[in-house]
């Protein structure tokens, strides 16, 4: 059972534009749901996080925009810049110290 | 700050051989975790820690894979005998309970290992 799936599978955007990555949970229990960010040879890096108490959380070029009653957030990356270029995990967590239930990646590529 | 440090980065065996991976976490943090990473996928659960204690390892082949965390620090996850499905990235993370980042993870670079 994937408790998280997220989508695409990949992505190609063009330098300058919008990056968008979508994910879907089902287990309600959930409220932590953090994004990370996963560079080739290098363990994933915290991007962002949001809690179920706020609809939207931004941090510079990254947004997280979530929405409990469909169980479902998503990643927005503006102004995409090829340092982008990464694969993307969303995740969720029952908050204290629990484990994290990955997606299954979104190998974003951002071209010139 | 130093962050979360694993070794060896990459390890090739011949399958029925053991390997022994080892992680060191940040500097007080009381919970650690082994996550498997197959390729193209997101990381799995394997074993998490509370200090020295494990307090989920539901996900844990125990026929082959042991994992330890003496003294509370330092752990070690180890697999015999190896089989060719084994091969993947293992990655290590660690947290705090510290109330202005209590749930981030701090992952480890990871080893990666080859089974043929």
């Known amino acids: 059972q994937q408790q998280v799936k997220q989508s695409p599978q990949s992505l190609i955007v063009q330098k300058g534009g919008i990056s968008i990555i979508n994910c879907a949970y089902e287990?309600?229990?959930?409220?932590?749901f953090p994004w990370y960010q996963q560079f080739p040879g290098k363990g994933p890096a915290l991007l962002i996080a949001?809690?179920?108490?706020?609809s939207e959380k931004k941090e510079g070029r990254f947004t997280i925009s979530f929405n409990k009653s469909a169980k479902q957030f998503s990643l927005h990356i503006m102004d995409s810049q090829p340092g982008d270029s990464a694969t993307y995990f969303c995740?969720?967590?029952?908050?204290?110290?629990?484990?994290?239930?990955f997606g299954k990646g979104t190998r974003l590529s951002v071209i010139a | 700050e130093a962050g979360v440090v694993q070794s060896p980065r990459y390890k090739i065996i011949e399958k029925k051989q053991p390997v022994a991976f080892w992680c060191n976490p940040i500097?007080?943090?009381?919970?650690l975790y082994w996550y498997l990473q197959n390729l193209g996928q997101g990381p799995e659960l394997l074993i998490r820690?509370?200090?020295?204690?494990?307090?989920?390892d539901s996900q844990l082949p125990k026929d082959r894979f042991s994992a330890e965390r003496l003294k509370g620090v330092d752990s070690t996850l180890k697999i015999q005998p190896a089989e060719l499905g084994d091969s993947a990235v293992y990655l290590c993370?660690?947290?705090?309970?510290?109330?202005?980042?209590?749930?981030?993870?701090?992952f480890g670079p990871g080893t990666r290992l080859t089974v043929l």
């Open positions: 993370a660690s947290s705090s309970r510290d109330p202005s980042d209590p749930d981030t993870q701090y």
């Open positions: 995740a969720a967590s029952i908050a204290g110290n629990t484990p994290l239930v």
């Open positions: 820690y509370e200090n020295e204690e494990a307090v989920d």
């Open positions: 500097s007080g943090h009381n919970t």
């Open positions: 949001i809690r179920p108490d706020v």
């Open positions: 287990n309600t229990a959930f409220d932590y």
